[in-house]
């Protein structure tokens, strides 16, 4: 690694390596290291576990009254390759990885090796300053995501996310249709739907009302690609606002 690079990777990062040979290790990828072993590929398992332990002492602290599968959930969503992979692309990461010629350019790199890219790292900062400026620089990065999955249906919002577009998308309110419901008193299932303006949208058994109407929702949201569910984590995640209202607008000029 060139002086170059090493003082881009460093700007990029915002922290400056005492052993720069440790950020070369973090950016050698097995297509073009000697071996498998003077790859980054190791350090990509220790930049994955050292990044969920901070987000999860983050979210302990964060979210006191949450239990652990609330916990568990928002950590999913916010560490997911998805996730990782659009901060290295937002700074630039994956433009340094060191890659053999049949790789192509950073254009080309598959969503997950830009997340492996964003943990090797991680690593790397780890192994040459300890975990304080590790934490800092994944809770830069990552506050936002995890705030951001804290607040898109990780906590039974589907049904305040679903009126507010229906009524901004269709001028008319989700209402929530009890179908059916089965079993004795004390183990009761419901069947849910919801309806739009005479829309009626696929229905959901839950074993209460309000799992129902929250699952409803969540069904009509994804049948409306308000929502989305995320290829590594199985989480559902809102589709962001500027695609939505850009998508939106094609739609009404349509």
């Known amino acids: 690694m060139d002086e170059q690079m090493r003082q881009q990777a460093e700007a990029l990062l915002q922290y400056q390596f005492r052993d ?28 994955d576990s050292v990044l969920g332990m901070v987000v999860c ?34 700074l630039g990461l994956d433009e340094l990885l060191i890659t053999g010629k049949g790789m192509g350019g950073p254009c080309d790199l598959p969503k997950s090796l830009s997340a492996a890219v964003l943990e090797t790292l991680i690593a790397a900062i780890y192994l040459d300053g300890g975990i304080e400026p590790a934490r800092e620089f994944i809770l830069r990065h990552l506050r936002d995501p995890i705030e951001s999955a804290a607040s898109s249906g990780h906590h039974e919002n ?25 079993g004795p ?15 009626r949208f696929a229905s959901c058994w839950c074993p209460s009302k309000k799992q129902a109407e929250q699952r409803a929702a969540l069904i009509a949201l994804l049948e409306l690609d308000v929502a989305r569910i995320d290829e590594e984590s199985d989480e559902p995640y809102l589709v962001p606002e500027d695609e939505l209202a850009e998508r939106l607008q094609r739609e009404s000029a349509g």
Not at 24 to 32: C, I, Q
Not at 185 to 199: L, N, P, S, Y
Request: proline content about 2%; overall charge neutral; some cysteine.
């Open 158 to 182: 589907f049904k305040s996310v679903l009126q507010q577009h229906a009524q901004r998308q269709f001028g008319h309110s989700a209402s929530y249709i009890l179908l059916d419901e089965k």
């Open 57 to 90: 002492e983050y979210l302990y602290h964060r979210y006191p009254d949450y239990l652990e599968g609330e916990l568990t959930k928002i950590k999913s969503a916010a560490v997911s390759r998805r996730s990782c992979a659009n901060v290295a692309r937002s």
């Open 20 to 47: 720069p040979s440790i950020l070369e290790s973090a950016l050698t990828h097995a297509s073009v290291a000697d071996c498998r072993l003077s790859s980054n590929e190791r350090m990509e398992f220790f930049g």
């Open 185 to 199: 008193d004390h183990a009761k299932c419901f069947e849910v739907c919801v309806e739009i303006d005479g829309r």
